[in-house]
């Protein structure tokens, strides 16, 4: 069957670019078998499942701490889940691990997923030498999967 790959898109500010990608890695020769909105609300509990793909695209506003589009049911604001700001983390990496194959590849198209200032991207003899805080980079290493993400804010939402 070839390559699969799997787009998930935050509510209509981002289909358009789903849908885009789509076509686009329809034309690359994969089968893309779920594009799909976020379930509502979503939580890393109702995350949508699909076979084991090769590829999987997340279109999300976020942060160096990751998408926003985990919605903690106590509050009115979405909750991003990294190694270092929540207890999730684990779940996630469980989550990929099921979906995404082996050093398959992440994409993560949202602000920031790949750091952009001094506290993302720079190390700073000020902060102890601190390493830059980056999201893919820790998808990546807690997975063992290739991951990109967008360094400084994206600007529009349908790129």
Sequence with gaps: MGKKAAILYQGSTFRASAMTAQIFLKQCAYHVVRCLPFNEPSTLDNLPTFPTVDLMVWYAHGGWDGPMVFQDL?????????????????KLMTYFKGQLGRRGMFVAHRCH????????????????FREPRVWVR????????????????AGAANL
């Design 74 to 90: 106590g509050t009115e604001f979405p909750d991003q889940i990294s190694p270092s700001e929540s207890t999730e983390w684990v």
């Design 113 to 128: 997923s790949a750091g952009s200032d001094l506290w993302e991207r720079r190390r700073d003899k000020s902060l102890g």
């Design 138 to 153: 820790d998808i990546a290493r807690s997975m063992n999967v290739y991951a990109v993400g967008q360094a400084g804010s």
